[in-house]
């Protein structure tokens, strides 16, 4: 079972779980809440895993019968009740509906962001009930799907279907008054951090405290009363105290390379009396653009990033442990990458944790519609608050990714109202996040955005000099990758101008091999048969990145095969396909 906390930038002692066994029910033909089985009901004949979905085989179902509505029902018992009890989703695909002992109590819109529902009036001491209805659009086509395949069979690019709950369920006990959030922002050049503390309801006489602690030193404390709800406490972090002071040998800010973090401790009070304890922390860091270069921590930075999709073979979407996390980032940073780019999907916020403290860059994505629907402007728009308010803390994400390759944009070029929904995205992440860059639309037909990321896999077999000739030529000059047309698309939609925006490959490769199977359906861009075709491929593709002059960094398809996409560098199941030192040797060539 997923027993660790959550949400780790976020911390509570007074919580508990309630991942595993829930009782479960199909509701094929859609007739659960007509008959009110929120109440009572005997359908409830299955039992799942929580937090995996039925169509994994660890949800101990496995069922490929696919069924646009499901229920979850699990007894609940509280030995203490305080003033608010809170009931938290880490995701829900796609929309959901909460009851608590019989009552509806809240719902969500979204299938990849978490959901916090305050359930205080509901419960009582004792013996509750809680019941969770999920309502999945399987073949539309608006709604925010990512990989996830409409049709029974996954095949090339698309994966089988998530449903349901697929994070982790928990619950917290807290007092009437209590910390929401707090937005953590810091600055570089001025050497200060800033706290936004929200607060569930503003009374009189709250004070806020924050402890900030390095290398487990306190190094300051400040002290505030609360006037608004949404407040604005600036410290000077350095404040002549840790100037001198070396964590692990690179000083205090945060990279790649040394991924120092500093510890805090947010504490609300009333009258001397502790409200809330919350445990966070947060990295010294800065990403920003210089004259076309991509700069971190005020230093030119070449990104070696590698494709993520975040899936496992028995759990799909879901981390079976959170030990999965690590494995995968220091399996990429043996490997020479520096980072991800997480691939259409809004990841577990414990993957973004483990990349804190391991130091390892993000670009987070989400998962992307089919089609361009009027109803998917506003569901899109609200992710994205949702994201970047429950991630906006973590330092290792860079770079926010709305839109990949005109996913539900598809007519770009020459429809008006899909090329406003574009900037208007791009917009409206900026306005939410000034320290961080977004791109909009990876791939191809991008419009205004802060990075030209551009994906080409036309690489062509080793065999053929001159496709592989023509290719090195492509990425030699900015002036030549604007050029390019990848899948018959411009880089830029008329009449946007290049205005030396930094430029970054970010999707090429895809070299398809496994040396454990050879099965009809494996998939990739290209195929080699042996470890020295795979390696030889690798090589060369990667020297022709090395030889450019224009690009900022790169993105390699991909970390790890997906079902049947056999282009990983490793297998599904993390194994090796060969030596990672020479992947490693064959990166460190790059910058």
């Not at 709604?143 to 029974?152: D, E, H, V």
Request: glycine residues 4%; charged residues 25%.
């Amino acid at each position: 079972m997923r027993n660790e906390y959550p949400r780790p930038q976020f911390k509570r002692k007074n919580w508990f779980n309630l991942n595993g066994e829930w009782e479960f029910a199909l509701d094929v033909t859609q007739v659960g809440l007509k008959e009110k089985w929120y109440k009572q009901s005997d359908s409830f004949t299955e039992r799942i895993e929580v937090p995996y979905v039925y169509q994994s085989s660890h949800s101990k179902l496995n069922h490929l019968e696919p069924s646009e509505a499901v229920w979850y029902r699990k007894k609940v018992t509280l030995q203490t009740l305080t003033e608010k009890t809170l009931l938290h989703f880490g995701a829900v695909d796609f929309e959901a509906i909460v009851f608590v002992n019989g009552a509806r109590v809240g719902e969500h819109v979204g299938g990849h962001t978490s959901f916090t529902i305050d359930i205080s009036n509901m419960v009582r001491l004792g013996a509750n009930e809680i019941v969770v209805y999920v309502k999945d659009y399987i073949d539309a086509e608006w709604i925010t799907r990512g990989k996830q395949y409409w049709k029974p069979k996954s095949e090339s690019i698309w994966y089988t279907n998530t449903t349901g709950i697929w994070q982790t369920v928990w619950i917290e006990q807290l007092s009437d008054t209590y910390l929401e959030r707090v937005q953590i922002e810091t600055n570089l050049d001025d050497e200060t951090v800033t706290f936004y503390p929200k607060v569930n309801q503003l009374i009189e006489g709250l004070i806020f405290q924050a402890e900030i602690f390095f290398d487990d030193t306190l190094i300051g404390v400040v002290s505030n009363q609360l006037f608004h709800d949404e407040h604005q406490i600036t410290v000077d972090i350095l404040n002549n105290k840790i100037m001198n002071t070396v964590a692990h040998g690179h000083g205090w800010t945060w990279s790649p390379e040394a991924p120092n973090l500093f510890d805090v401790t947010f504490t609300l009070k009333l009258d001397n009396q502790v409200l809330d304890t919350v445990n966070s922390y947060f990295g010294m860091r800065k990403i920003h653009i210089e004259n076309g270069v991509i700069m971190l921590n005020n230093r030119p930075y070449y990104q070696k990033l590698v494709l993520d999709q975040g899936y496992w073979p028995e759990t799909l979407m879901t981390a079976k442990e959170d030990s999965d996390f690590v494995r995968d980032i220091e399996l990429a940073k043996s490997m020479g990458f520096n980072g991800c780019r997480k691939h259409q999907k809004v990841e577990d916020p414990r993957f973004f944790y483990h990349c804190d403290r391991l130091g390892f860059l993000v670009w987070a994505e989400c998962a992307s519609s089919a089609k361009f629907n009027k109803r998917a402007v506003p569901l899109l728009a609200n992710e994205w608050n949702e994201i970047v308010t429950r991630d906006y803390n973590h330092p290792s994400i860079i770079t926010w990714t709305p839109m990949n390759e005109s996913w539900g944009i598809s007519e770009i070029n020459y429809r008006k109202e899909q090329q406003h929904f574009a900037q208007m995205m791009y917009h409206y992440v900026k306005s939410l996040d000034q320290t961080r860059l977004v791109i909009v639309n990876d791939g191809w037909e991008m419009l205004k955005t802060d990075i030209i990321g551009i994906h080409n896999y036309m690489h062509g077999a080793k065999d053929d000099a001159e496709i592989h000739a023509r290719y090195r030529e492509a990425l030699r000059t900015k002036e030549n990758l604007l050029a390019t047309t990848p899948a018959n698309r411009q880089i830029l939609v008329s009449p946007t101008q290049y205005d030396d925006e930094p430029i970054i490959l970010t999707e090429f490769g895809g070299i398809a091999y496994n040396p454990f199977s050879q099965e009809d359906e494996d998939w990739g861009y290209t195929s080699t048969q042996s470890d020295k075709d795979f390696i030889d491929e690798y090589r060369r593709i990667i020297q022709a990145v090395h030889q450019s002059e224009a690009l900022q960094g790169f993105c390699y398809t991909q970390l790890t095969d997906v079902e049947q996409e056999t282009n990983g560098l490793v297998t599904y199941n993390r194994q090796l396909k060969v030596d990672v030192d020479i992947i490693k040797e064959i990166n460190n060539q790059v910058r």
